[in-house]
């Protein structure tokens, strides 16, 4: 299970890579893992709707199961990896790189105090 150093992570399993004053939010390897196989992402957000923080952003369906992602921050959608739904599969094969699911401009930064590091999401998930 990998969990790079230079992100933040929440209790729901996303993760987030910060540049500049963009969020880029995804699902974590231990996520993706628990989840199996990766089929669709279902988007209930669009770019420019505005999101609080652990609101609803989209659903991901697996061969098994459906999970929520959460924004973990608050601010705008600036862009949704619709992508991924011609090969969903990557988010299983890459969850910290091409399979990343959308993209915020935070409205409020110091959000991400709330978050954890990598050594804490280790703590959390066994790792």
Same mark, same amino acid.
């Given at each position: 299970?990998?969990?790079?150093?230079?992100?933040?992570f929440?209790?729901d399993?996303?993760?987030? %890579? #910060?540049?500049?004053?963009i969020?880029?939010v !995804?699902?974590?390897?231990?996520?993706? &893992?628990?989840?199996g $196989?990766?089929?669709f992402? +279902?988007?209930?957000?669009?770019? +420019?709707? *505005?999101? %609080?923080?652990?609101?609803?952003v989209?659903?991901?369906? =697996? #061969?098994k199961?459906?999970s929520?992602?959460?924004?973990? #921050?608050? &601010?705008?959608?600036?862009?949704?990896? *619709?992508?991924?739904? $011609?090969?969903? *599969?990557v988010?299983?094969?890459?969850p910290?790189?091409?399979g990343?699911?959308? %993209?915020?401009?935070?409205s +409020?930064? %110091?959000?991400l +105090?709330a978050?954890? $590091?990598?050594k804490?999401? =280790? =703590?959390?998930? !066994?790792g």
């Open positions: 299970m990998v969990i790079p150093e230079n992100l933040k929440t209790t399993h996303e993760y987030v %890579k #910060v540049e500049g004053n969020a880029i !995804g699902v974590t390897d231990y996520a993706q &893992g628990e989840l $196989d990766i089929i992402i +279902d988007f209930s957000k669009s770019i +420019d709707d *505005s999101v %609080k923080m652990s609101e609803i989209c659903s991901i369906e =697996a #061969v199961t459906v929520e992602a959460f924004s973990p #921050v608050s &601010g705008k959608i600036v862009e949704v990896n *619709s992508s991924i739904n $011609d090969q969903a *599969s988010v299983n094969s890459d910290y790189g091409e990343w699911l959308f %993209k915020i401009e935070m +409020d930064p %110091k959000e +105090d978050l954890m $590091d990598a804490g999401y =280790a =703590a959390l998930v !066994g």
